[in-house]
């Protein structure tokens, strides 16, 4: 848990957030990272030591004080962990005049710290954030009189009855009871569209209300919302997730216990045999320099670091190093759909007018109907019409579930949905034949429920004075770079990808069939705690990539999880391990090469510390190695692998992943 208290500032979607000096582990390192570059430049432009050596204290103290306590506590547990191994290593350098060296491990590790601190102290703020979707009132209906009172929503019980105005949240899970509207649910399912509500339809608590009023029975007790499953699934997936170690940390206990028990016999096995004492602490000091993990440290860092700052120029923000270890290690891809491989906002996409209107005219028409409208088809269709020339709309009318109306040049102007307006679409059994246009060049017309098929997308009607005019046909875009992502990265991965979704079964069929993921791969329909199982069942070290707040409990789960960066909800955001900053799909597989090329440069550095620590261990048990050269050993271990680590900072370590 991180201490002290959080001081906050607001999120995008209004929750409180984590400033990083509010958090004390920041603070501590901040001062260490200051002291340390202040101190580096005096001592190497040749300052007096009463100068720089004061800045170099301050930077151990700042920096190593917490990890200090923190080892002693470890060490009262009988366990000795890496953290006092650091600090010993750090004082030892300092003994023998490498006070920088030791500085540096200091400043590395509580930086570390500090990261880790504020990547859960962000995690726990997106978590209390969800919370505020769900409206903290409701608006009940008093079973005796049927009169209204504005209760808290977690005061409502399974059969109450609320009131949802237009533009309200709704306050818990339950059933339309009458009324119409539509709601906009993308928190819950994905759906990129608001769906029609009517009486017998299921809603969600925390999802947005359209135009319409709704009476709403309620069905699950708040606890049990949704919305509070997504809470209570993150922040279990949070804890449950196996924490996953850099290689160094996963040795650290036995290379520390080993390390200490070694130098203890260094000193005292030759002491005991006669050999003088200062003999026998300069070997023993000797050892304890050239054995300390400082190269196997910086071996592991610097690879994972530079990855980490090479991606993010890409626009791939990776939240730790522990996180770009693993990100090489998935085998399986799951995929959310809108909003990940989609665009997640409608387009039009054709224009099938009757034979006694033109495209642009019938486009025009229905743009100005809809001018006034605020909902995303309406949206829609007004950008795709920015073009033309459009006429003033008047006496306009928005009928939820149903469309809009207006007179538009003097003509009644009907946008609406084909199912809600009684019209039969071409193609169906029985309707009129197609129009001129519309089959000819291949285009898909809509089926009788408004659904285009052999895509995602929905058909409206448009009707002038009460005649058909025409059909447009609508659709969330594919990314333009998904099928290239996907299929790059089936080329890294030995499992096939999953397409894992809310939205309804055609559209992510459809998406799928797109982007090249196997239809048996499809699993639609899902809610956000469906999802999240879904990514358990997967077999290997998945990697999911998502958006929204339904996505959220899937990203925990996950081995490593990745968000889109400008679509993601702040839940997700926080909650993924990445972020794509740009949501460039393409920049994923690059991400997964660069991480495998990282971890191949880690164990190259491992053997070249391993190899310069047994030489120099050997040469101090079995002769005589001089101290002064025991430390240019271990320091020019640690400056070599430190430098060939640093060769992932290039452009052609991206370019070539």
Known sequence: MVSGMSVLTPTRAGAARTRLLALPEARWATAATAAFLLALPLQLLGGSAWLWGPLYAAAYVTGGWEPALEGLRALREKTLDVDLLMIVAALGAAAIGQVMDGALLIVIFATSGAVEALATARTEDSVRGLLDLAPPTATRLRPESGTEETVAAAELAIGDIVVVRPGERVGADGRVLDGASEIDQATITGEPLPVPKAAGDEVFAGTLNGTGALRVRVERDPSDSVIARVVALVEEASRTKAPTQLFVERIEHRYALGMVAATVLVFAVPLAFGAHLTDALLRAMTFMIVASPCAVVLATMPPLLSAIANAGRHGVLIKSAAVMERLGQADTIAYDKTGTLTEGTPHLIKVIPEPAFSENELLALAASAEHRSEHPIARAIVAAARDLAREEAYDFRAEPGRGVTATVGGREVMVGSPEHLGEQAPGAPGASDTPDGAAADGASV?????????SDGTAVVVRVDGVRAGWLLLADRLRSGAPTAVAALNRLTTAPPTLLTGDNHRAAHAVAEQTGIPSDGVRAGLLPHEKAAAVGRLNGHVLFIGDGVNDAPALAAAHTGIAMGRRGSDLALETADAVLVHDDLTAVPKAVALSRRARRLVVQNLCIAGVFITGLVIWDLA????????????????????????????ERAWLDS
């Open 446 to 454: 809509p089926d009788s429920d408004g659904t285009a098929p052999d």
């Open 623 to 650: 002769g005589h190695l001089p101290l002064p050269l025991g430390v240019a050993g271990h320091e020019g271990s640690t400056i070599l692998v430190g430098l060939n680590g640093l060769r992932l900072l290039r």
